[in-house]
């Protein structure tokens, strides 16, 4: 099987505006008191790099996703998401925590930060898996 670049690509926006509505709509108010952010200081973050920079980087992400979804034959949309979801449980989630855990964050910001990358490996995951490419 070979790598399916525009499920990639779709995969790397879709987590992109995740984001946004995650950081944006659900969970602003208390992102920012947990973070301990005023308005003046989310609106003073205004240049794109950041922005261009989460997308390239969301491009990564999903590549190695794929990978690991056509090492596993994950081939349906729940096979892939499942992937997305081992993949965090197994990795993001226990490093993240335990740093959060020695930082002394509060759970609720880790809950904030951390349940946003098990939802988008899990829809991107589902993404890779259901995406079937066109024999050429």
Known sequence: MRTNYPAVLVCAVVYWLLGAVWYDVLFSKPWM????FTDAQVKSFGPVWPYVI??????????????VCLWRNAD????????????????????TFSTYMYEMRPKGLFAIN???PLAGLCLMGAIL????????
């Open 114 to 116: 951390e349940f946003y």
């Open 76 to 95: 349906t949309a729940a096979r892939g998401a499942a992937i997305g979801i081992l993949l965090w449980l197994g990795l993001v989630g226990p490093i």
């Open 33 to 36: 008191a947990l973070e301990q």
């Open 54 to 67: 989460t997308l390239a980087l969301n491009l990564l992400i999903a590549f190695v996703l794929a990978q």
């Open 129 to 136: 898996g259901a995406w079937k490419k066109k024999a050429a």
